[in-house]
Nanobody, 124 residues
Framework: QVQLLESEGGLVQVGGSLRLSCAAS????????VAWFRQTPDEEREFVAA????????YYRTSVQGRFTISRDNSKNTMYLQMNSLKPEDAAVYYC?????????????????WGQGTQVTISS
């Protein structure tokens, strides 16, 4: 059974940066498509970014394009989300996710492995 363990989030000022990590055990992330989602108390969990397995490509929601970068280190079996130029609307609980598929999906139900979630708070 694949388990995903996220790093602690944090409190960051507007315009600041934060990197989230998500380490996998019980499975090889290099053979999966990985993604990050986020959720606020009033909203559904939404897609943020994905890194597909086959012909590795990255995909981002429009609002984070150019500010966030998804990546992975296969030697550490870990995925990352580098978040720069953070905005108040980026505050949420962030979840890492993985699926055994060549291609990415923006749908929550298409991912079978999930991290526990980590809080990112943005201060103005």
């Amino acid at each position: 059974q694949v388990q995903l363990l996220e790093s602690e989030g944090g409190l960051v000022q507007v315009g600041g940066s934060l990197r989230l990590s998500c380490a996998a055990s019980g499975g090889d992330l290099s053979t999966m498509t990985v993604a990050w989602f986020r959720q606020t108390p009033d909203e559904e969990r939404e897609f943020v970014a994905a890194l597909s397995w086959l012909r590795p490509s990255t995909y981002y929601r429009t609002s984070v394009q150019g500010r966030f970068t998804i990546s992975r280190d296969n030697s550490k079996n870990t995925m990352y989300l580098q978040m720069n130029s953070l905005k108040p609307e980026d505050a949420a609980v962030y979840y890492c996710a993985a699926r055994r598929s060549f291609n990415y999906s923006t749908l929550r139900q298409d991912y079978i492995y999930w991290g526990q979630g980590t809080q990112v708070t943005i201060s103005s």
